[in-house]
Structures are given as structure tokens and as C-alpha cells.
């Protein structure tokens, strides 16, 4: 039935996208990707005469914004113009305008500079009128201030949504829609949980946590970082392969930080970059023997299971980036062992690969039979946009939030080296650091 909804909707360009809008938000587009492909395709292929031929609404005009650049089409922000007011305000006539004005804003890129302007009045309206607000938009303004829905958690986005569009007296909620938003939530929701369960058993019988008490244990974070990349039921195989991956990564990220020494760690660090397990017995301890007995059983095992349908480049390249890392992570390990801190800039060289976002997409990828040789050659290119974009916004957000414990642990600091390279403050440092961040980069 919501299929036939979609197509219906086509009759109406305008109500086609706010549809498509709502299937996103709510979390179920999944289920229609082919066919809102094809409708936003035919749509902004007339859009122009769409916008001449009709006195679209500041809430209307950012929902269609919102929908097309969010699916990768290059809506001009110029539309935004005849909205303006003077003194960088906007002509808002109500809170939902003003809502949907600043999430549009959420999708602005370098030179943008009308978005940046509604960003910046949307966000200081925003926090003086959410204390006014109605319980319900209240709410929803606290969650999109905190967290936009474009940088959310997608399950959990949707499980607001949901709720919010549940209560929403607007005459556009569409009943039918919801009960279907409601349900699918519910069966996704009973089928992460049995793939955690099944996990957490499979995680249990190789005593993994026996096997390292020092380290970490993070099979159950591991796996909702998986639910991040993709929760759909066709992606089961992957989130547990990533949840593996990533877990193994967390005792390796350990060994290196607070547990082995310096002379152990260049040992167990030449050893990764030979990768095979007949260098075992040149490893000076058994924890060190064990941890990579572990890491390598994990990968071949993989690898195995990829190869029989010929992507075992997969596992290769992750292999391959784990290697860089590892590296990375020594140089870390050697600052702190000779007491030093590298300027800011050093540590970024460094500090870039130990954030382990490359690594971490690499990981993600080899469960999706979708992604071949040419998206991990696209991937790892250093010239690339994202993988530069990526690496900041995942290195930078990580100081932001572990600065302060990570000093208390001995550790070089980002921000501390931010701090001392250009005499400023930590406050400074962490607001200096917010503007590095390069989400616009990305959304290009």
C-alpha cells in the first residue's frame, strides 16, 4: 500500500518529495530506493521549471532542498535568496519554517555562504524560543541542536521521528504510513537484536575475553557502530564481520596505548607488516603472540569466506591499511616513550591514520558483495576528497571529546598540541578545532 502511495504521488511533484521525505525520515525508504531514484531523477530534471511555475514555501522550498542534496543531487542554495531579510535574517512565519530552514543549512558547502547565514540565524533563534515551544517541538528542536538528523545514527533518528511524526497534528501526517514506519521498526529492532545475541555467543566461545583481561571488550559497541553503516536485513553478514573487525582492532588500539611496552611494540609492529604467522615465535611475549595469532585468524578467516566469491581484494586492502596503522600507532607510542610533543601539524600527519576512519570503511565494505575493487581503490586514493575529509572530522571529533582523559593517561594530546603551537587556550583549541572539522568538505 505504500508503494502505491509513492507511485501515486507522482502525479504531484511537490507532494512526491514531501512523501519521499517522510519515508526517509521515518526510516523505511530502504524498502523503495529504486523507485524514489527514479522519481527525484524525473523531478529535478524538471526542477527549474518547478520552482518558476510555482510560489513555493520557505518549508517546502528546504524539505525539497533537504531531499535532493541528501540524495546527491546539486540543488543551487541560490534559492534561498528570495527569502532573505536584511541584517542576515530570514522571512520565517513559523516554527516548522524556521526547522526545516536550519536543517536544510545542515547541507552547505564550502563557499555557501547564504547557507551559512541561515545556519547561524536558525541556530541562535532555535536556542532562544525552544524554552516557548510546545512539549512536541520542543523536543524535536533540543534533538535536531544536539544532533542533526543528517550526522544522527539512522535507527535512532527514525525512532524519533517516529514518535514526533506520531504526535504531529499536521494535516500531512499519513496514518497509513506511520503504522508501516511503526512496524518496520519494531521487526529491524527484533533482528539487530538477534544478530547481537548470536554474535555476543560467537564472541563468548573463543574467550575472547579471557584472552586479553587488559584490553577492552567492545563486541556490543562494535556491533551498533555496524548498525551505522547499515542496518537493512541484507547487510547481516556484514555487520558481523565489521563487529569482528573492529573489536580485534579495539584490543590491538589497547596493547599499543596501555599495555605493552616500547621495545615490545616495535616487535609486534614489524611482525603486522609482514602479516603471516610464521614470524610468531620472533614475538618477545605470549600476549603479543596471542594478540597476533587473534588478529590474523580473524582477517584469514575472512578472507575465506570473501575469496570463495572472488573478493578476497577486500580483506587484502584492509589488511593493507591495518598495516599503516599500526605504524601510525608506534610513532604515538614513541612520543610518549621519549616524553615529546610534536607540533600540531606533526600530529596530524600522524594522528590522521590512527583515527582509523579508512580503516574502519575498509572494514565495513568487504561484507557488501556491492562493493568491488574499484570502490576500495576510489577509497584509499590520499587525493580524494573524502578520504581527507573523513579522517579529519573522525580525528578531530575524537580530541574534541577524549582530550582531557587522554592527558590524564599520559598521552599525546591533539589539542595540547594545538594549544602550545599557537599559544592559546583549550577552549580556544576544542572552538578552533570545531571549525577544521570539514563536514562541508564531505557534503561536496
Request: some cysteine; hydrophobic content about 35%.
Amino acid at each position: 500500500m505504500v508503494k502505491d502511495m509513492l507511485m501515486a504521488s507522482t502525479t504531484d511533484p511537490l507532494h512526491n518529495i514531501l512523501l519521499i521525505n517522510s519515508l526517509c525520515r521515518l526510516g523505511v525508504s530502504y524498502h523503495f530506493e529504486t523507485e524514489v531514484e527514479q522519481q527525484l531523477t524525473r523531478c529535478f530534471d524538471t526542477l527549474s521549471q518547478l520552482i518558476h511555475n510555482n510560489d513555493y514555501n520557505l518549508h517546502e522550498t528546504a524539505i525539497m532542498f533537504q531531499v535532493f542534496r541528501s540524495h546527491g543531487y546539486n540543488m543551487s542554495s541560490d534559492i534561498f535568496n528570495k527569502f532573505k531579510k536584511r541584517n542576515y535574517e530570514f522571512k520565517i512565519s513559523d516554527i516548522k519554517e524556521m526547522i526545516t530552514l536550519y536543517e536544510a543549512a545542515q547541507f552547505k558547502i564550502n563557499g555557501e555562504f547564504i547557507l551559512d547565514e541561515a545556519f547561524n540565524f536558525t541556530t541562535t533563534q532555535l536556542k532562544s524560543i525552544v524554552s516557548q515551544a510546545s512539549t512536541h517541538y520542543a523536543q524535536y528542536i533540543e534533538n535536531a541542536l544536539n544532533c542533526p538528523y543528517q550526522k544522527g545514527v539512522p535507527r535512532l533518528e527514525a525512532r524519533q521521528y517516529i514518535c514526533f511524526y506520531e504526535k504531529d497534528e499536521d494535516e500531512a501526517r499519513n496514518d497509513t504510513l506511520l503504522k508501516f514506519a511503526k512496524y518496520d521498526f519494531n521487526r529491524i529492532q527484533m533482528m539487530l537484536q538477534q544478530e547481537l545475541s548470536s554474535l555476543c555467543s560467537e564472541w563468548k566461545e573463543e574467550n575472547m575475553e579471557s584472552r586479553f583481561p587488559y584490553a577492552r571488550h567492545r563486541i556490543v559497541e562494535s556491533f551498533f557502530s555496524a548498525t551505522v553503516f547499515y542496518f537493512e536485513p541484507c547487510y547481516a553478514r556484514a555487520r558481523n564481520i565489521y563487529a569482528k573487525l573492529l573489536s580485534t582492532l579495539a584490543f590491538i588500539d589497547d596493547t599499543y596505548d596501555a599495555y605493552g611496552t616500547y621495545e615490545e611494540l616495535q616487535h609486534f609492529t614489524d611482525a603486522m607488516q609482514r602479516f603471516d604467522i610464521s614470524v610468531i615465535d620472533e614475538l618477545p611475549t605470549d600476549y603479543l603472540k596471542l594478540l597476533y595469532e587473534t588478529t590474523l585468524n580473524v582477517h584469514n578467516e575472512i578472507e575465506d569466506k570473501v575469496g570463495k566469491e572472488g573478493r578476497s581484494y577486500a580483506v587484502s586492502y584492509t589488511k593493507n591499511e591495518l598495516k599503516e596503522v599500526a605504524l601510525a600507532y608506534l610513532v604515538e607510542r614513541r612520543w610518549v616513550h621519549g616524553c615529546y610533543m610534536p607540533t600540531f601539524d606533526e600530529y596530524l600527519e600522524t594522528a590522521l591514520k590512527t583515527c582509523v576512519a579508512i580503516l574502519s570503511v575498509c572494514q565495513a565494505l568487504i561484507g557488501m558483495e556491492e562493493a568491488d575493487e574499484t570502490a576500495y581503490q576510489w577509497l584509499i586514493n590520499t587525493d580524494n576528497k573524502l578520504h581527507k575529509a573523513l579522517n579529519i572530522i573522525a580525528r578531530l571529533y575524537d580530541d574534541i571529546s577524549t582530550n582531557e582523559a587522554e592527558e590524564k593517561r599520559g598521552l599525546v594530546c591533539g589539542t595540547s598540541c594545538y594549544m602550545k603551537q599557537y599559544g592559546i587556550t583549550r577552549q580556544e583549541a576544542v572552538e578552533a578545532y570545531r571549525e577544521i572539522v570539514a563536514w562541508k568538505r564531505v557534503k561536496e
